[in-house]
């Protein structure tokens, strides 16, 4: 082919020179061969591409989610204001304005100028929870390993942007054999003092908006880095260690990005906080404060030094300090690409090991919290409940709101100086549960903060001073969400099997989300009419011509697998029960609100049909929900032992 261009290019000039018909004959012969020698490459990429479409197009996957994701507008910023105040509409002002916005940001610690060391080190002198073992300490300490290296490499999600080198992740797994060894001696001459090239810590600042803020702010924009591939797979084996020893050294207050923790912990406890404060009749209200940028203005020799406070070995800490050795960034926006600036203080949004370290980072100021004898909280069975946290997002549950809420801005205040946190009070809210009017008209006369009249979004989560309004604010709501986005897929050629993966791949875990963090009774008639809307979308205007019972049954039993809301509804209960029951989720034989469970009258019929994952907790034979929305249960004698049950 290469051959033919040539040929082809020769007899172009040499025919707009002479205008000779031999000349121009001979060119289409030779064009007539180009095009022969390309028709049957052509015609296998489309028989591949079709091959692919059948292969994929009814199975849950990328191509799917392609097909159904909404036409989103284009990540372009045709204007924004610059940190002096002015409207710039230029690309490379606008460029310039974030990379002003952001180095501005990154270089928050040293504008405020870094507090003394011994300072650092006396707050956290008793602030810090606990500390590693020997034993914890080795394992982090070993050498990296090509085996290590391997497991990262294939942890990468292909079709991810690359970072400034350009080399995606498929380059790495591709050619893994020959760059794994290099890479491993790399990362491991480390130990020995040495730095990594300034071009390998260079990242991309990608701009993407946040809904509902005002378009022409660079704050209102989520900086997310790219890194280089290398980079990511060193920060994947870093965080792949911490991650084992992290509950640990974080008390279960914090359920973001902790291994065996999920947000529902968190919504599931304020929610019996909630509930347990209305039985008892004590005063409380909720606080969730807003922490400005709190991934990019972390310190770091705060974070260092809270590492080494955890008593984090001196070769893992070397790493970490190899990752943040004067790191660099430029912004891209609308294809335009700023200058390069220098990177001081911040967590990168986009590297796998940032969350870990940030809930690190945060553990101290928890821990003041719950040290602090003037901010009272709930009192459970064992503890005192004041705070549960997802990363950045704090909720405290303030029983005695006129002394505690002081403290609390003062423990931000104390922390931020060190920290580099900013408490964001205009964007904190607060939702009166069980606080008189008289002292809430106080509150509000002495802090800046949002007063929820009715409800207070958390984790994704609305809730409400009224357990019974839990259904009515977070159910309906979102399957007309739902509803609006069948409908709007409706039209689209795919199969009625292609709708039952739709059904899997997006509706169900929307729906289960909600199964899994609200312990709230659902009523039957919208598990119907859910069915039966799920049911339409698959068969379209024609009349349904198998039952759905028969679809929801497992492949091998003949079925088609079809999401099971009921099923679904009721073992996502089940699993908590059996966390109870073993003693992996609490206290066995009783709730986190510390009151004993009540007996259903009858047994909890329908459980063989719903499906396999029930059958594995058959020995639960009592469930009952009562009105006001806790999971209330008594277990048979014989319970399954957490390595029985698979759930």
Known sequence: ??????????????????????????????????????????????????????????????????????????????????????????????????????????????????????????????????????????????????????????????????????????????????????????????????????????????????????????????????????????????????????????????????????????????????????????????????????FDRVSWPFMFSTLRAMNLPAPFLLWVAALYHVPNARVGVNGVFSETFQIRNGTRQGCPLSPLLFALTLEPLLESVRNNAKIPGLRGRRYDHKVSAYADDLLFYVTDPITAIPEIIHEFGVYGQLANLKLNMEKSEILNVTVTEAVERVLRRIHPFVWCAKRMKYLGIWLTKHPQDLFRENYPPLWAAVCRDLVSWRPMRVSWLGKISILKMNILPRLLYLFQALPIQVPAAFLDRARSFCSRFIWGASRARLSGRLLSRPKSAGGLALPDLDGYYRAAHLVRVVEWTTGVGGRCGRTWSGRRPRVSPRPCLGWRRIGDPLRRVATLSWVQLYGSGTLCYAAAPSLPTPRQCSL
């Open 1 to 294: 082919m290469a051959t033919l261009h040539a040929a082809i290019r020769t007899l172009e000039l040499e025919h707009q020179s002479s205008g000779d018909a031999d000349t121009y004959a001979r060119l289409l012969h030779q064009r007539t061969q180009l095009a022969n020698a390309l028709n049957p490459r052509i015609q296998r990429a489309m028989i591949q591409t079709r091959c692919f479409f059948a292969l994929h197009e009814d199975k849950p996957g990328r191509l799917l989610a392609r097909l159904l994701r909404q036409r989103r507008r284009r990540a372009y910023v045709p204007s924004i204001r610059s940190p002096a105040g002015t409207l710039v509409r230029d690309p490379m002002h606008i460029a310039q304005a974030f990379r002003e916005y952001y180095s501005t940001l990154y270089h928050s610690v040293e504008e405020a100028g870094p507090p003394p060391g011994h300072l650092i080190d006396d707050y956290l002198a008793t602030r810090i929870p606990y500390r590693l073992t020997d034993a914890q300490r080795t394992t982090l300490g070993n050498p990296i390993s090509s085996e290590e290296a391997l497991q990262a490499t294939k942890k990468q999600k292909n079709g991810k942007a690359p970072g400034p080198d350009g080399f995606p992740a498929l380059y790495y797994k591709q050619f893994g054999k020959l760059l794994i060894p290099h890479m491993v001696k790399t990362f491991n001459m480390l130990l020995s003092g040495d730095t990594f090239h300034p071009h390998s810590l260079s990242a991309t600042v990608v701009v993407l908006p946040k809904e509902g803020k005002d378009p022409q702010q660079c704050s209102s924009y989520r900086p997310i880095s790219l890194l280089n591939g290398d980079l990511k797979i060193f920060a994947t084996i870093l965080a792949s260690r911490l991650g084992a020893v992290l509950p640990a050294l974080v008390k279960r207050d914090q359920v973001g990005f902790v291994p065996a923790r999920e947000a529902r912990d968190g919504t599931i406890r304020t929610l019996n906080m909630i509930h347990a404060a209305r039985s008892s009749g004590t005063p409380m209200l909720l606080l969730s404060t807003d922490a400005e940028k709190a």
